[in-house]
């Protein structure tokens, strides 16, 4: 994009462009496990199936890399050596995960197609930056051709065969970094990748620690509350927070704003 507009945008994957089953593989995986291997330390936590909810998982896991997440977790219900039983319970959501994954129980967000395709229309490049090593598996699966025609949308850059994942100029999904999120070194890396400066890029993320990673590298950010957590966003200073990508105003982004239409 010319002038004094964005240059760039970056995306989170989870939760801002595919409904995936992160959370109900880390649920499943904690009951699995306090029913089945770990079943003798279950009385002594706090953990019982109705007690993790999606804000639960919002608020300790979402964002995080899968070692991290985990013990976010099992540290929030109490449960003992939870350094210890980290990387098992890591493991098991992985295995879950995957399951699911190839059995497509996920959706793509329509919304958030139509932002990537406009955006793109726009000039801009654009970064999927997803701590996940799993957004690829969904990025190749879905169909930008085909969702643009059942749309009715036209663009140059279509071509058959375009996946969400070729649409990328920059994929730093699932890349280790020494310091996860709310710390910015994801996003100052894919702006970097991208070839911008923080200040030319805004990034989109439904997580309280992705907007606060956003705006510690000197970024806009758009917040997208997909949960009940409009407020939550909000609280953390989001240049705007909208339930749904259709509300931002693709225009004004030359302008260097984020606004609604």
Not at 38 to 50: F, G, Q, R, V, Y
Not at 107 to 113: H, K, M, Q, S, V
Not at 147 to 167: I, K, N, R, V
Not at 236 to 260: G, P
Request: one cysteine or more.
């Amino acid at each position: 994009m010319t002038g004094d507009g964005f240059s760039g945008a970056i995306f989170d994957v989870d939760g801002v462009l595919v409904d995936s089953p992160h959370e109900r593989a880390w649920k499943d995986s904690l009951r699995e496990l306090m029913e089945g291997e770990w079943a003798d330390i279950a009385p002594s936590t706090s953990w019982s199936p109705e007690a993790f909810t999606s804000q639960v998982y919002q608020e300790q896991m979402s964002g995080k890399p899968r070692r991290a997440g985990a013990l976010a977790a099992l540290q929030y219900f109490d449960v003992p050596d939870a350094e210890s039983r980290a990387d098992v319970y890591g493991a098991h959501k992985q295995d879950i995960l995957v399951k699911l994954i190839e059995a497509g129980d996920f959706r793509a967000y329509p919304d958030a197609l139509r932002f990537v395709l406009a955006c793109k229309d726009a000039g801009l490049r654009i970064a999927a930056a997803s701590s996940s090593k799993n957004a690829g598996l969904f990025l190749r699966q879905i169909r930008l051709d085909t969702f643009a025609e059942q749309e009715g949308l036209s663009y140059d850059f279509l071509t058959p065969g375009l996946t969400l994942l070729d649409a990328f100029d920059v994929d730093i999904s699932g890349w280790d970094f020494a310091r996860g999120k709310p710390h910015p070194e994801i996003f100052l890396t894919a702006a970097d990748e991208l070839g911008y400066a923080p200040a030319q890029v805004f990034v989109v993320e439904d997580a309280v620690s992705g907007i606060q990673a956003a705006k510690a590298g000197g970024m806009a950010a758009v917040g997208v509350a997909r949960a009940d957590d409009f407020d939550a966003l909000a609280a953390q200073n989001a240049d705007i927070v909208v339930k749904s990508l259709d509300e931002i105003d693709v225009e004004a982004l030359r302008r260097h704003e984020l606004i609604a239409k």
